[in-house]
Nanobody, 125 residues
Framework: QVQLVESGGGLVQAGGSLRLSCAAS????????IAWFRQAPGKEREFVGA????????DYSDLVKGRFTISRDNAKNTGNLQMSSLRPEDTAVYYC??????????????????WGQGTQVTVSS
C-alpha cells in the first residue's frame, strides 16, 4: 500500500496555470505508475494522464494533450501535474492514483488501487 496526498489546487482564471503535486508515503514509490484523474460535478471520473515508474513514458487524454505535463521525482516520492492554458471545462476535483503495473501505463480507474483524497481545481472564465 502507498498513501497519496495531493496539493496545489485552487482558483485560477482561464488561460492560467497550476501545478499539482502528489506526495507518496509507504511502500517504495519508484515501483508505481502514477496517474491523474479528475471528476467534475455530475460526471464520471476521467483519465487525465499517467507516467510509468521510471518516468520514461507518459500518456495523456486528448482533452489535455499539449497543455498538461506529468512528471515525477522518485528521490522525493512526488508526482506532479503541470497544467497550463487552463479552461473552465478543466474545473474538477483532481486525484492522484498509483499502481504497480510493472512499468506499464494504465488509463482506467480500475487499474489503480491507491488513491489520494483529491484537490479542487476551479477555472473561472
Amino acid at each position: 500500500q502507498v498513501q497519496l496526498v495531493e496539493s496545489g489546487g485552487g482558483l485560477v482564471q482561464a488561460g492560467g496555470s497550476l501545478r499539482l503535486s502528489c506526495a507518496a508515503s509507504g511502500r517504495i514509490f519508484s515501483i508505481y505508475s502514477i496517474a491523474w484523474f479528475r471528476q467534475a460535478p455530475g460526471k464520471e471520473r476521467e483519465f487525465v494522464g499517467a507516467i510509468n515508474r521510471s518516468g520514461g513514458s507518459t500518456d495523456y487524454s486528448d482533452l489535455v494533450k499539449g497543455r498538461f505535463t506529468i512528471s515525477r521525482d522518485n528521490a522525493k516520492n512526488t508526482g506532479n501535474l503541470q497544467m497550463s492554458s487552463l479552461r473552465p471545462e478543466d474545473t474538477a476535483v483532481y486525484y492522484c492514483a498509483a499502481a504497480d503495473l510493472a512499468g506499464r501505463l494504465g488509463t482506467a480507474t480500475y487499474d489503480y488501487p491507491n488513491w489520494g483524497q483529491g484537490t479542487q481545481v476551479t477555472v473561472s472564465s
